[in-house]
């Protein structure tokens, strides 16, 4: 099983692996690029110099101990540290070869979605949950959201337990259910990249094992970049994974060397348990 | 040991019986007033005191629709200049505001809150009576605005803080500019408590008499319009309480009972609805 | 429809949904305008109150000076004013009602806080709030009606029996007097002692009450050798809250104070405040000196509730920010 040469900073266009025993060597241009990315709360520095290509269509990981500077990392990609007062961000973050920091901010956002940690479903119904982004976006006529709904409630696995009340509140739903609300929301508005920060540490297995799947499926239509504290999640979605140490990007690999073969000895250290 | 544990305990049921008295003296002296509100102002309430102008000096009877009407008038002006002004102070304070400016307008709002009700009245007085050149409604209900500005935004700010800034981060996510959060998912999660909010606001300022003793001031007839000196209940239930005639003192309590009922009913629902908390979790 | 099918679907072409929301983005800079200018009318509102105030008793000030505050003078006819008797009935009357509500007030506060069962101190704690809410007139209508004429029949006379010799219970009793402004105000003060000082003990942390309770000190030692000194502060504040609620308190006071410029040193005797005068005089003032030496009392009331209130505002925030909340 062949593996593409990495670099964890990776200048030129990301190598894909595929399925199976060969590699294709076909260069896809990355989907989010970010050049010597940092990140300050006050004077405390966040993130270093982050350098990373992120593939499109893929699902990518990261992983590392709280206060790594992981979802601090997720959240300048869809600018949501800008919300927090007293930040300061450097460097570049490239979507689609765009300069991200520079278009419009809803813009970023409604082009890269987000899950949060906690589910946040708006105190409306099931179905104005979902339609909402699309309305704030501007969007009115009544046939397109009703599709917009179904569609993407099917990507989120949803439909079929909700689509007998989506005139109830969403907060009559369970954990797990208000969760995949959540992303069926953010895929409503048809977003390029599906940003996800920790979407599963509140749920039970069953519910997790529900969200692994439809990323799976969702890969088809958004490029993923999920936050997790849990490694054998990573192990199991993702492409490719990142492991993230005090504010730094230690490694950034295949996910399978990262969990077998990993190249620096702090990543070893974490993934095989014996940090901190 | 025994008997210092034995001290201990009685010291304590000691305080207990004593702060419970200072609690059951505090919340006895409602009853107190509830009471003689009921037994005098019901005694003396009648039909016509909704519906007659009062009785001129000297005869019996009569009632107080045109200060019913004219404490309605004032305070639904009131409402139309205080509450839009302070609902949105509180969301440029809890939305918009940096460290700086929302310490000097929170301030403000403080003092304002702490101004006398009397000097509100001089102060409308001065800056909109006097120019004016005669008393009216339109002055008292700038007098009870902005009496009503500084619990309006304070209300606003805590029941917007109280919603979770989850539901901020859910709606910019989705690309929502921010201004469309505020609206469409901020507001309404907080607008139980906002309304609450406003609801006790106005029962605050229903009560309030002496700004208007130089901005409404008072009338014995109707006051069409809002150009006229304009009778009030609070003002009235004060001019009849102190002046010597029997039967106006029963107005008096008759005007009373009907105040204290519409204020305390106001606090009642608006308190009842907070109780079920401020963040709304359901549509 | 299948999941496998919609999968590649997308569900609102990208381009449209992006014009949109570039034209939002004017609508931000508008909604912040908006209620900036709602929070800048604010701010010029309380300094018009100042300004007016200010500037409405020039003719008062230049006349009399600061003797204006030492003159126990007030002949509108002569058109000589001095406002020490109103400033004394209004700080005799203060001071007698916080004499009473304090105490009440802050036993009521720690039963409600520590002592009660949630189930009562929830219920009594609501009725206290609508208290708080009874207006001002109401409690003048009582004080005339009812509580003048238990003072004059059922407490005056056994007070002068036991307290006659004392200068503060001399002279005769006619119902309406500092004595019956103070209580009227003692009553009406409670309620705001008890709801900032509740809410002062209740913001002490719970660890402060459990190390405590966990050396074996029982609920009462706890409240007062515990939380009690870590709420004081903030109790201050809510005295001196309330001390500027009762400055500035008009109506209930004008009913049963007796309306009489004097400085008399029993209590017994009527008195006027400053809020009581300007609510009765006001409409009647004739003249310019009288009008401006009438704002000017309005002048002296808004500095001192300024100056209170400011004071209690710092005490409570310290408080509430040492509590650690």
């Given at each position: 099983m062949a593996t593409p040469q990495q670099?964890?900073?990776?200048?030129?266009p990301v190598l894909l692996s595929q399925e199976g025993?060969?590699?294709?060597?076909t260069y896809a241009a990355p989907k989010l690029c970010t050049t010597d990315l940092n990140f300050f709360y006050g004077s405390f520095q966040?993130?270093?110099?982050i350098s990373i290509n992120i593939a499109s269509n893929k699902i990518t990981a990261f992983i590392g101990p709280?206060?790594?500077g992981k979802s601090t990392f997720l959240r300048t990609m869809n600018r949501?540290?800008?919300?927090?007062?007293?930040t300061r961000v450097e460097g570049q973050v490239l979507l689609d070869g765009q300069d991200l920091l520079s278009m419009d901010v809803n813009d970023v956002r409604r082009r890269v979605g987000m899950v949060f940690q906690k589910s946040n479903p708006f105190p409306k119904t099931i179905f104005d949950n979902v339609a909402y982004g699309l309305r704030v976006n501007g969007i009115y006529k009544n046939s397109v959201i009703e599709e917009a709904v179904e569609t993407s409630l099917q990507h989120a696995a949803l439909w079929m337990e909700v689509k007998d009340k989506l005139?109830?509140?969403?907060?009559?739903?369970s954990g797990g259910q208000q969760q995949r609300l959540c992303i069926a929301r953010a895929l409503a508005v048809n977003p390029e990249v599906l940003l996800l920060d920790e979407?599963?540490?509140?749920?039970?297995p069953i519910a997790t094992l529900k969200i692994e799947e439809l990323l799976f499926r969702i890969k088809d239509i958004a490029t993923i970049v999920i936050v997790t504290h849990n490694m054998q999640q990573a192990a199991r979605v993702a492409d490719y994974t990142g492991f993230f140490l005090m504010g730094e990007l230690i490694e950034f690999d295949d996910t399978r060397k990262i969990f077998q073969?990993?190249?620096?000895k702090e990543t070893e250290d974490y993934v095989t348990g014996r940090f901190g | 040991m025994a008997s210092s544990s034995l001290q201990k305990n009685l010291v304590n049921y000691l305080m207990f019986g004593l702060t419970g008295l200072c609690t059951l003296m505090t919340a006895g002296i409602l009853f107190f007033i509830l009471g003689y509100l009921v037994y005098h102002g019901g005694r003396s309430l009648s039909w016509a005191f909704f519906t007659q102008l009062p009785a001129p000096v000297g005869e019996t009877g009569g009632g107080m629709a045109n200060a019913i009407i004219g404490s309605g008038k004032v305070l639904l002006l009131a409402t139309a200049i205080g509450i839009p002004i302070g609902f949105l102070g509180g969301v440029y304070l809890s939305e918009y505001s940096g460290r700086t400016l929302s310490f000097v307008v929170r301030y403000t709002t403080d003092l304002l809150n702490g101004v006398p009700s009397i000097v509100i009245g001089i102060v409308v007085y001065a800056l909109v009576v006097h120019p004016m050149g005669h008393f009216s409604a339109l002055t008292g209900g700038v007098a009870l605005g902005i009496m009503m500005i500084p619990i309006s935004v304070r209300s606003t700010e805590e029941y917007l803080h109280a919603v979770p800034v989850s539901l901020r981060e859910g709606a910019l996510a989705l690309g929502a500019a921010k201004w469309k959060a505020i609206v469409t998912v901020v507001i309404p999660a907080a607008v139980r408590g906002i309304v609450s909010g406003t609801m006790l606001d106005l029962a605050r300022v229903a009560g309030e008499t002496a700004p208007l003793l130089?901005?409404?001031?008072?009338?014995q007839f109707w006051s069409p319009g809002w150009n006229k000196p304009t009778a009030t209940l609070p003002v009235m239930i004060f001019t009849y309480a102190i002046a010597p005639y029997e039967d106006w003192h029963r107005q008096a309590w008759a005007a009373g009972f009907v105040l204290l009922t519409l204020v305390l009913l106001l606090n009642i629902i608006a308190r009842l609805a907070l109780a079920r908390g401020t963040y709304v979790s359901k549509a | 429809m299948g999941t496998s099918a919609i999968?590649?679907?997308?569900?609102?072409?990208?381009g449209k949904v992006r014009s949109f929301a570039r034209r939002l983005r004017a609508g931000d800079e508008l909604a912040y305008l908006i209620t900036l200018i709602a929070a800048g009318a604010i701010f010029i509102i309380t300094a018009l109150v100042f300004y007016e105030l200010y500037s409405e008793s020039s003719l008062a000030r230049h006349k009399f000076g600061w003797g204006f505050l030492f003159s126990s003078t007030w002949d509108p006819v002569a058109g000589n004013f001095g406002a020490l008797p109103f400033i004394y009935g209004t700080v005799v009357t203060s001071v007698l009602a916080l004499l009473i509500a304090v105490p009440q007030g802050i036993g009521s506060a720690i039963f409600l806080a520590e002592m009660a069962p949630p189930r009562l101190s929830n219920i009594s704690t609501f009725l206290i709030e609508l208290l708080a809410a009874v207006p001002s007139v109401i409690y003048g209508l009582l004080g005339i009606f009812i509580l003048v004429p238990i003072l004059e029949h059922d407490v005056v006379p056994p007070l002068k029996s036991v307290f006659g010799s004392l200068p503060l219970f001399q002279g005769a009793f006619y119902g309406v007097s500092l004595f019956s402004a103070g209580i009227v105000l003692s009553v009406m003060i409670i309620p705001f002692i008890v709801s900032v000082s509740r809410e002062v003990l209740l913001s002490v942390p719970r660890d402060q009450r459990e190390a405590s309770l966990a050396l074996g000190a029982s609920q009462w030692q706890t409240t007062w050798r515990v939380v009690v000194p870590n709420a004081s502060t903030g109790i201050t504040g809510s005295v001196f809250l309330a001390l500027a609620r009762a400055l500035g308190e008009t109506m209930a006071v004008t009913m049963v104070?007796?309306?009489?410029p004097q400085i008399k040193a029993s209590l017994l005797a009527p008195g006027y405040s400053i809020a009581a005068v300007i609510a009765n005089e006001f409409t009647e003032a004739t003249g310019d000196l009288y009008l401006s030496a009438l704002i000017e009392l309005g002048l002296v009331l808004f500095g001192l509730t300024f100056v209170l209130n400011g004071l209690a505002r710092i005490l409570i925030i310290t408080t509430s920010r040492s509590g650690g909340h």
């Open positions: 670099q964890q900073s990776l200048k030129e025993n060969e590699v294709q060597k966040a993130l270093r110099t709280s206060g790594c949501m540290n800008e919300a927090l007062r007293n005139n109830k509140p969403a907060s009559a739903l979407p599963c540490s509140a749920l039970d073969n990993p190249g620096k | 130089f901005t409404a001031l008072s009338n | 999968v590649h679907q997308r569900a609102v072409p990208p104070i007796g309306n009489t």
